[in-house]
């Protein structure tokens, strides 16, 4: 069985992973950015042939949790300029190309997205309290083609946009997903 954990950034998705891993120390945890399989865009660009050389060899790969937000769907919609109905069509390939595997969705949903992020930007923060992530968090949204296009910029934008990629993951967590997909309240669930 394979665990996805999703969600926006500072629903607890880190924190999550870290209790599950304490309580199932036979599981693997692979966190995103990490070098696996499943995080191969972050690693490679190949042809068909090697592609699916890959997934062949890690065809059995097993007893993983894995900690990653739908970054792909956030990619499409900054800098592919990509509808949603799109994003969702994508969603139902990946469905597809996950068939005869077994996994379950872990989807953390925030109903204080401003709150998290604010916790997210003190803990990315340097030991003078000087910000690291979100500068550059804002910077990839007001840089990225849909923000130019739509002439926004600036945090209200930004929260605006992670308010609406959380109502889409949930659409792609229902209408995609949702026999594999359990909706957990972020930071508001037992293990």
């Known amino acids: 069985m394979n665990y996805f954990v999703e969600g926006l950034q500072g629903s607890g998705k880190s924190t999550l992973v870290r209790r599950l891993s304490k309580k199932y120390p036979d599981y693997k945890v692979i966190c995103e950015g990490d070098y696996s399989p499943v995080e191969l865009a972050w690693c490679a660009y190949v042809d068909k042939d090697t592609y699916i050389g890959i997934l062949e060899k890690y065809d059995g790969i097993k007893n993983e949790i894995v900690e990653k937000s739908f970054e792909e769907g956030d990619h499409m919609i900054l800098f592919q300029k990509c509808s ?26 925030s109903d204080d997205i401003v709150s998290n992020i604010d916790v997210v930007r003190k803990e990315r ?44 993951e949930l659409r792609i967590c229902k209408e995609v997903f949702e026999d594999h997909c359990i909706l957990l309240k972020s930071k508001d669930y037992s293990i």
């Open 125 to 168: 923060s340097d030991d003078k309290g000087n910000e690291m992530w979100f500068p550059l968090m804002l910077g990839y949204f007001n840089n990225s083609p849909y923000a130019k296009e739509k002439g926004i910029s600036g945090t209200e934008a930004l929260l605006d946009h992670f308010r609406h990629m959380q109502e889409l």
């Open 84 to 109: 949603d109905q799109q994003i969702v069509d994508f969603y139902k390939k990946v469905r597809e190309a996950l068939a005869a595997q077994n996994y379950q969705i872990m989807y953390l949903k």
